[in-house]
């Protein structure tokens, strides 16, 4: 028998008051899988994952998370607790417990799950070891979202929930921050991130789904979605761009033209980014 996927959702609906937020969302994740959630500011992402989380009811739909309806599960009860064991949520700037040290903040949640993982162990995944003594409240920006992770991992789960994960990074902690993201995806977990940043979700995700007005409008591989903007490439020189299908002729003609080398000349594919704003423009 084949497994359930982790995550699977038909027909997700959700309205606040008169406002349709989610209009009919379908949603498979495999085990093992990473995927990256993107869309406009309002476009439901957040909806999503937190009544995947059971965090949130639903107008409508059917979900099951870990081969369980979330709004089933309930609050409390052993079946709840395995259920929740299984999952792990990282918030933005979710733990400021600012008097703890790591250590002892990592030790403090792994008490709430019947089987965690060895909290040194996970303070060494995220990079931290040698800040285990260290209080949260002197921890840097990009050391506190390790930390949100380490306490999103120690129960050990096999889904990771992470919110806009790099938001107010710089591009050193962002890169060091997707290694991360790989070896927990090497080892098996699967993640469902949320991303503003179209480079985040490539370099990370093995399907992107592109949300818009409540609706899936695009889901697929990073490369697949670029090559929905089109097969034209640009070809840019100081001075001037063109788009073409056929960038060989355009080279030769200005090579011709500047009678040598083309100043500042670069030829590039579409991007992610293309495909994502033409995704999103056209459906507002
Ligand atoms: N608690 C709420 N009450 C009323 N309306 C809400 C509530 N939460 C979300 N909405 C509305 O539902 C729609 C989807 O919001 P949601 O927060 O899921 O989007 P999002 O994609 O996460 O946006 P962002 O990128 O800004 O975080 C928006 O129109 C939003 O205004």
């Known amino acids: 028998m084949t497994e359930s996927p982790a995550v699977r959702t038909r027909g997700l609906h959700k309205r606040y008051g008169r406002r349709t937020a989610l209009a009919g969302i379908d949603l498979d994740i495999a085990y093992g899988e990473v995927v990256a959630l993107l869309g406009p500011n309002g476009a439901g992402k957040t909806s999503t994952v937190e009544i995947l989380e059971g965090h949130r009811s639903r107008d409508g739909g059917e979900v099951t998370v870990l081969g369980v309806d979330p709004a089933r599960v309930g609050r409390f009860g052993r079946a709840a607790r395995d259920w929740r064991s299984g999952i792990g949520i990282v918030l933005q700037e979710a733990t400021d417990l600012g008097e703890l040290t790591v250590g002892e903040t990592v030790r403090h949640f792994a008490r709430y799950y019947p089987a965690p993982r060895d909290p040194a162990e996970v303070i060494e995944v995220v990079g931290l070891t040698d800040r285990t003594r260290t209080r949260i409240r002197k921890l840097s920006g990009g050391q506190r979202r390790r930390l949100d992770v380490a306490v999103g991992l120690v129960g050990d789960p096999r889904l990771v929930f992470l ?122």
């Open 163 to 284: 919110d806009e994960p790099t938001t107010g990074f710089d591009p050193a902690a962002r890169r060091a921050f997707w290694e991360l993201i790989r070896t927990l995806a090497g080892a098996g977990t699967t993640i469902l991130l949320t991303t503003h940043y179209l480079d985040e979700a490539e370099a990370l995700a093995d399907r992107v789904v592109v949300l818009a007005g409540g609706r899936v409008v695009a889901d697929g591989p990073p490369t697949a979605l670029a090559e929905r903007a089109g097969h034209q490439v640009t070809v840019r020189w100081s001075g001037g761009e063109r788009r073409t299908d056929d960038p060989a002729t355009v080279i030769a003609e200005l090579t011709r033209r500047f009678g040598g080398p083309i100043p500042g000349l670069t030829v590039t594919r579409p991007s992610l980014e293309d495909a994502y704003l033409d995704l999103i423009g056209s459906r507002p």
